[in-house]
């Protein structure tokens, strides 16, 4: 009984401390895209500029992209039924804040519009 019940503590300890690693996620686009808004706001011209010249390529090439993402955004019913407004007003600032990005990257002082995913880690 006691090798049962050791055991038995052994095996509820350890997936205890594995459900406990599993909240903890690993996402290397989301860290990625965390160091580029941080650069982009970044008072440092040499952090700034790169930066904020990636985050404008994204935005102008990927931008459309929220037209399909905001159809899988919490909560799933208000957010499919509301995507058909949310995708494209999302894109189009996306993209038109890139834009920006893109033409004023090299401009000392000024770091451009963040347009956020809604996805803060």
Known sequence: MKKF?????VVSVMLGSASVFAQQTYNPAAMLNQQIEHGADSHNYFAKAPSQLF???HNVAFGWSNILTDLFQPPIGLGTAMAPLTGPATAITRTLSGAIDLVTFWVPGFNGFSITDGEKN
């Open 5 to 9: 019940f050791t055991l038995f503590l």
């Open 55 to 57: 985050r404008g390529l």
